[in-house]
């Protein structure tokens, strides 16, 4: 069969008996792939083009639809070594890298998330220490609504699931919007003392009905970062007052809009333990 070239990012690398390694990543133009790298653990012929996060040129054979791939050639684009040496840098990495597991289509063109992710890691790697601590919740927000709208998820943000008043009537208000889980969108403060946040009924009413509360400025940040791109963050949010406390309930509920609505979601988020959060038990 003739070969394929795309090109990829690592997601999950594995050990598979004593000398192979089994590959997921994520290509421009195939989606979200699964490959076996032969003698790839007793030999140097791909290099450190099987680690997590490499980016590299793909050289590979597919039999059918369903199958494994068979990578035969790596050519190594960009390592980013830099995320490796620094254990936050590496923890936002991989939030990222497990929400685009979630995420990415498997065997479907896939360009849009794949210059996303790119770009994502490189300013996980490019940026500096103080942004980094300073930005690591926004930019993750950032990149999940981005992730989300390019998959075919993107919440409803710019008005209430009730009356559609516009956000930005309720941002200088001070006051909170209830964030709902399975309807994907907020409730406004009129519409939820009129009983419109009330939960849902039924076997998973629990999950399903499920709301947080939210400072309208935190979903106005995170509407604006659809605009934003991705490796200009620092530069997009200068003059929002932007709380961490605000950003981790919207995180929260990006979390757990992703799990109930992607396809094949289920399990919580590891990676997302990493990251130094610290939410109440009761805010759902």
């Known amino acids: 069969m003739e070969p394929l070239r795309d090109q990829a990012i690592i997601l999950r690398s594995t050990p598979f008996e004593e000398r192979h390694r089994v590959v997921t990543a994520l290509t421009e133009n195939h989606g979200r792939v699964t490959a076996l790298a032969k003698n790839a653990i007793q030999s140097r012929r791909f290099g450190g083009t099987l680690e997590p996060f490499a980016a590299s040129q793909w050289t590979f054979t597919q039999r059918s639809s369903g199958d494994m791939l068979h990578l035969n ?33 498997e065997h479907e063109p896939a360009p849009g998330l794949f210059r996303l992710h790119a770009n994502a890691l490189a300013w996980v790697e490019e940026v500096s220490h103080e942004d980094l601590q300073r930005l690591d919740l926004v930019f993750l927000n950032h990149a999940m609504i981005k992730t989300l709208q390019l998959s075919g998820s993107l919440p409803q943000l710019d008005c209430c699931l009730s009356c559609e008043s516009a956000l930005s009537k309720w941002v200088d208000s001070k006051l909170d919007l209830n964030a709902i889980v399975a309807r994907a969108g907020w409730i406004c403060p009129n519409c939820r003392e009129s009983g419109m946040g009330a939960k849902t009924s039924g076997e998973d009413g629990a999950v399903q009905g499920a709301s947080l509360k939210i400072p309208a400025v935190g979903l106005r940040d995170v509407l604006m970062s659809l605009v934003a791109p991705v490796r200009e963050l620092a530069r997009s949010v200068q003059g929002l007052q932007i709380q961490r406390a605000d950003q981790e309930r919207v995180l929260r509920w990006l979390e757990a809009v992703l799990l109930f609505h992607a396809p094949g979601a289920g399990a919580p988020l590891k990676t997302f333990r990493f990251l130094q959060r610290d939410f109440p038990s009761n805010i759902f």
């Open 73 to 105: 050639e790596t050519l190594i684009k960009r390592d980013y070594a830099g995320i490796a040496k620094d254990f936050e840098r590496l923890a936002l990495a991989s939030a990222l890298t497990e929400v685009m597991l979630r995420l990415a289509p």
